[in-house]
């Protein structure tokens, strides 16, 4: 683990997840989460430690645990079409203002882009990170249907950059049918780069709009009552992508394009 000089832009004042918005969707406490993961504070305990290749770049500190965690979120942020230029997890420090060790010390936060992505006061979208990457990634559970990532850019005052881990070393095996872009077979690589740009919409009709139908049927089975999976994109089709964008954070266009597609194979079984 040699490249552990924390570059100036990384040093992020970091919000406490206690302080952030009370509906807001971070499932375990941050004081909860860093004592399930004390073993791997500031790498003073006995918690092992393995390098991760996220986004073409090695990253080092990474709780071994936690690994399949990081490739499912670099494979959902992919699919969801994020590209990021710079990323860091480990740095043994203190959130500031406080006597607390920021989640980063155990190498279970990361932060993305914190020159297009500042801690700032105002939208949380304001950034490079939009609805469809943090859906995206936060759609990502394991496989007693938690979920595992939580996004700083929902705190009170939003740190966009920063993805933390929202359970313990314990329940880290990932469900890799719930990971947009599902398990990544070669290890990285552009594979799914043409469902990107794939987009289904009102009044197509072909196997693929079934196909999506009979997701939305295994999302929730009360969908389509009209008309049900019958290949043709029509409005009741439009309603439920819609509703079924909302249930994820998504803009409820409607239409099925790569993210939504993407979630759609993966909670429609
Ligand atoms: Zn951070």
């Known amino acids: ?23 807001l969707v971070l499932e375990t406490a941050t004081a909860t989460l860093r004592n399930l993961w004390r073993e791997w504070m500031c790498r003073r305990g006995d918690g092992t430690f393995t390098d991760v290749e996220f986004f073409g770049r090695r990253i080092g500190g990474v709780p071994t645990p936690a690994v399949d965690a990081y490739r499912a979120l670099e494979r959902a942020l992919h699919t969801a079409g994020y590209r990021p230029d710079s990323r860091w997890a480990y740095n043994c420090r203190l959130i500031e203002g406080t006597d607390q060790p920021s989640l980063h010390s155990a190498g279970i936060a990361v932060d993305i882009d914190p020159d297009e992505n500042p801690y700032s006061e105002g939208d949380p979208f304001a950034g490079k990170i939009g609805p469809d990457h943090v859906a995206a990634a936060l759609a990502i559970r394991n496989t007693d249907g938690a979920r595992v990532w939580s996004w700083g850019g929902h705190w009170s005052k939003p740190d966009r950059m920063h993805f933390q881990l929202d359970r313990g070393p314990a329940a880290m095996d990932v469900d890799w049918r719930t990971v947009p872009g599902g398990e990544d077979d070669d290890g990285g690589g552009d594979t799914d780069l043409e469902e990107d740009e794939m987009v289904l919409s009102k009044g197509m009709k072909s196997p693929a ?3 999506f139908q009979e997701c939305l049927l295994g999302w929730d089975p009360k969908a389509l009552p009209k008309d049900g999976a019958d290949g043709i994109y029509g409005s009741e089709t439009v309603d439920w992508v819609g509703r079924f964008q909302a249930s994820f954070g998504l803009e409820k266009n409607g239409r099925i394009d790569g993210v ?10």
């Not at 683990?1 to 509906?23: K, V």
């Open 209 to 211: 709009v079934k196909r």
């Open 260 to 269: 939504t597609a993407a979630l759609l194979v993966a909670h429609g079984k």
């Open 1 to 23: 683990m040699g490249d552990d000089t924390i570059p100036p832009e990384f040093l992020e004042p970091e919000g406490d997840a206690e302080r952030q918005d009370p509906d």
